[in-house]
């Protein structure tokens, strides 16, 4: 026997697999993948549709010690053949593929079956793969989904990730379909995070439409008393005192999963100053945070009211700030003319890319003539990373002709204190179109948030 085969049956298992990756390089193991040649075992693979697949103990043992304990170990199988029901065919020709070649091929729909695999037999370099795979990927549509796999095969750093992404996206990630095929156990534990960027209302209605699937999951009757039912504890999660008396009374009130006493409860917890205790938590979330963070920045000192607008005015001005915060819309000058209807577009541009990281469409009609300012928010506040430029851009089109305001002695830099004290640095630059700048125009205000 040569020194290099002696070392391959005698030696522990650290060091067989050592001796393999040093010695004998995988690639030449390719004409022994899925062949019978010198193999010594089998796999009956598949639940339904079953396939037979050839392997050789020896590669296998040098890969996984799992593999090594069921083939040489004190009790190894004395049979040629070993039954994985539990495993696709597809799946487990891919998983000998890696361990015969070192090669891969992945995607979404087989990463998480391969990540089982490669858990079962502990073949660890295939689970880092799989793994750099999902938090590459990972995004919007797939994290409720990966959150409940992370958990089952014991990822935390991967569970933490997918976490951060449904807090940062919270609205859009509980509108994909996956939000509704989560259990309960996960929904508890969404609505347990204190960092969820959603209003109580808006999660309220993505909850409700949960349990009339869960309601069809379960072959049940959909009724607000069996919705109920499938919530189990989760109902109490639900911050009810955080909601609007008009989004309780349009939303928890008619769909009839609360009783006549917490209703009665609630309804006085929100409305009087004296609030009554309720069993519903009143901690804000951090949406209900950005709506009572909000403050205004002021770019100009001064106001003029001889600017002329044409039909359609196209303006904007560069911004930075010097720490995380959540961009909510614009400040804007009206006309000296009275009930002037204008129509506004508003754009948030990452100057860099020149990638629109939000937009929307608003109406404004002008009351008295006079210089207040009107503001026009993003439907949902973005968040903005600090020291990265940003356009802040918008499009005013009006029919009447008119004398309007606009601001003089700009500031190229402002810094204000927020609510707790702390101060924020921002700075405007020109971006050499239309009429605004930083000296003078239009977006006197820039309309902001925080956590």
């Not at 001796?19 to 022994?32: A, E, K, V, W």
């Not at 003319?337 to 860099?352: F, G, M, P, T, W």
């Amino acid at each position: 026997m040569s020194p290099w085969m002696e070392c391959m049956v005698n030696s522990p298992t650290k060091r067989l697999r050592t001796s393999l990756d040093s010695r004998l390089s995988l690639s030449r193991f390719n004409f022994l993948f899925n062949n019978e040649i010198l193999s010594d075992i089998n796999f009956i693979v598949g639940k339904n549709k079953q396939f037979r697949i050839p392997a050789h103990k020896l590669i296998l043992a040098a890969a996984s010690d799992v593999f090594e304990t069921l083939f040489f170990g004190s009790l190894a199988t004395k049979s040629d053949q070993i039954k994985l029901p539990d495993i696709e065919p597809t799946i487990f020709l891919a998983f000998l593929k890696f361990i015969y070649t070192d090669e891969m091929k992945i995607d979404h729909e087989t990463v998480m079956s391969t990540l089982y695999v490669a858990k079962k037999y502990n073949v660890t370099a295939l689970e880092d793969y799989c793994v750099d795979y999902l938090e590459t990927n990972l995004d919007c549509d797939h994290a409720v989904l990966l959150l409940r796999q992370a958990k089952f095969f014991n990822e935390p750093e991967l569970a933490d990730k997918c976490l951060n992404i449904i807090d940062q996206n919270t609205i859009e990630v509980l509108a994909v379909d996956d939000f509704n095929d989560i259990d309960l156990e996960t929904l508890i534990e969404l609505l347990k995070r204190d960092t969820l960027q959603i209003k109580e209302s808006k999660l309220y209605e993505a909850v409700l439409r949960w349990t009339e699937v869960e309601c069809a999951r379960r072959k049940l009757t959909l009724t607000s008393e069996k919705q109920r039912l499938v919530l189990g504890p989760a109902i109490k999660l639900i911050r009810f005192p955080l909601m609007t008396i008009e989004e309780f009374n349009n939303g928890p009130v008619q769909s009839g999963l609360l009783t006549d006493r917490e209703i009665q409860e609630l309804m006085l917890n929100i409305t009087v100053n004296s609030k009554p205790a309720v069993e519903f938590s009143d901690v804000p979330r951090h949406c209900e945070k950005l709506i009572r963070n909000e403050q205004v920045v002021n770019r100009f000192k001064s106001i003029r009211n001889k600017f002329l607008i044409r039909r359609c005015i196209n303006d904007g001005i560069n911004l930075m700030v010097d720490r995380p915060i959540f961009l909510v819309g614009f400040g804007l000058y009206g006309s000296k003319q009275a009930h002037v209807l204008l129509d506004v577009d508003l754009e948030l541009i990452h100057k860099d890319t020149n990638i629109v990281c939000a937009s929307n469409k608003a109406s404004i009609q002008t009351s008295d003539g006079s210089n207040q300012t009107y503001k026009v928010k993003f439907k949902e506040p973005i968040k903005i990373t600090p020291n990265t430029n940003y356009t802040a851009s918008v499009t005013i089109t009006t029919k009447p002709v008119g004398c309007w305001y606009y601001g003089t002695e700009g500031q190229s830099q402002v810094i204000i204190n927020d609510l707790n004290g702390k101060p924020i640095t921002f700075q405007f630059a020109s971006i050499g179109r239309g009429f605004t700048d930083v000296i003078k125009g239009q977006i006197p205000e820039i309309i902001f948030t925080y956590l």
